[in-house]
């Protein structure tokens, strides 16, 4: 149940990113106990995480900040005003334009970091992909089956505007694929009730093998 103190504390923690609860006490105009129990609550919602500063000598001092879910309470407006906007597209735009669209937006994204990874080894490349995946919001990992590689995200924030416009779900694979510069298939799909979305990416046949 939302009560003022609940949302001052939200607030204060999506704008200033982290707080420790004397701060937060400050701002809120509450006791520091107080705060804390909201904070224990919050984190029991999975809405708030915490962490250990360490500053010279004694305790280490917590401070708390929003998790994904947390931030999520703030997107919805953003969520709203994206589907509008796809919706009007939609209505002036052809389909296969506005999926070249997606994939042009996809290709920028990997295209900015691409000299980061150009030249680098396989295995360098595809940690630093799963580096950028996560900072745009995709938590994923990586397994590597002979000649294939399975790349599962597990998390992804366009879920929600991907529900009615499943065309976003062309960023991600296209996002993969530039920074490979490997074709990338989709094996599942979150939108599609899997657990996860998984791609496959296909490397070329080790030495002395022959191509099937």
Do not use: W
Request: include cysteine; hydrophobic fraction near 40%; glycine fraction near 6%.
């Amino acid at each position: 149940m939302a009560t003022p103190t609940r949302d001052i504390i939200l607030r204060t923690l999506r704008a200033r990113g982290k707080c420790s609860v004397l701060s937060l006490a400050e701002v809120s105009a509450v006791s520091p106990v107080s705060v804390r129990h909201h904070l224990a609550n919050l984190q029991a919602e999975n809405l708030v995480e915490v962490e250990d500063e360490r500053h010279g000598v004694g305790r280490p001092r917590q401070l708390f900040s929003l998790t994904e879910t947390g931030l999520d309470l703030f997107s919805s407006r953003y969520v709203r005003l994206t589907n509008r906007l796809l919706d009007e597209l939609k209505e002036s735009t052809p389909p296969e334009t506005l999926e070249a669209l997606f994939s042009s937006v996809a290709a920028t994204m990997a295209d900015q970091v691409g000299r980061k990874l150009e030249g680098l080894p396989l295995p360098e490349r595809l940690a630093r992909m799963i580096e950028l995946l996560s900072e745009e919001g995709f938590e994923a990992e990586v397994e590597q089956r002979d000649q294939r590689i399975i790349i599962r995200e597990l998390s992804c924030p366009y879920f929600r505007i991907g529900r009615k416009h499943p065309e976003v779900c062309t960023v991600d694979q296209a996002f993969i694929a530039t920074a490979l510069a490997l074709p990338v298939e989709r094996l599942t799909c979150l939108l599609q009730g899997a657990d996860v979305c998984t791609f496959e990416v296909a490397l070329g046949p080790g030495p002395g093998e022959t191509p099937a």
